[in-house]
């Protein structure tokens, strides 16, 4: 089965989570038209973010981003649709209900309680990993239904970002749980930091395909 990475706006880097844990596997960037058209985005960042892909992407598309993924995954999208047509379409059928049951729950999703080894305005060293934690208020939705990422952005405009994956710590109670990781520094620079929340599901064709995203607030 063939593994393609899929580098987007907020990880646009050969240093991407993925992209490392798969070293061999084709990176993908993906012009996609209609959010273009939606969002007229300056000529300047549509060029900053062709140069970033043409240095960390092997492949640059341009169209709808599912419909390109799903061209270039090629072997990998067959492969899926056999998995699916075996088990006589239930597992699309699971994913068509755990999508709408996401929808519905979503506005339950909250996230606070941000906490970070130092605080703000801590100088840490290129190279070390930093204690992150959180909490989120999953409601009806469960550990399993989301991740958790620390996002941390480089304040210069030409800087990178980097969103690295949070684990629960413990069990749900009364629909928070607590999430925590490290977030390794890997750039010099001033960087602004926040937690994120975002539905997940392996059978998803990409992460960001619900459009849903829940920032953690000060409170």
Known sequence: MKTLVWLHGDSLSDQDPAARKYP??????????????????????????????????????????????REAMGEQGAEKGRMFADSQFAKSRDLAVWKDQVRNFWPEVKANAVTWAGGNGTTVSVGEQVAVSAHVHLGTLKNEDVAVEAYVKAVDPNGSSVATRLEPTGDVSQGWAKYAGRVEVKDSGNFQFNVRVRPSNPSLCQAHELRLITWASNS
């Open 24 to 69: 061999e596997a084709q990176r993908v960037f993906v012009f996609d038209r209609p959010f273009l058209e939606r969002a007229r985005l300056s000529f300047k960042r549509i060029f900053f973010l062709y140069e970033c892909a043409a240095e960390a992407a092997q492949e640059i598309r341009v169209g709808e981003t599912v419909a390109e993924l």
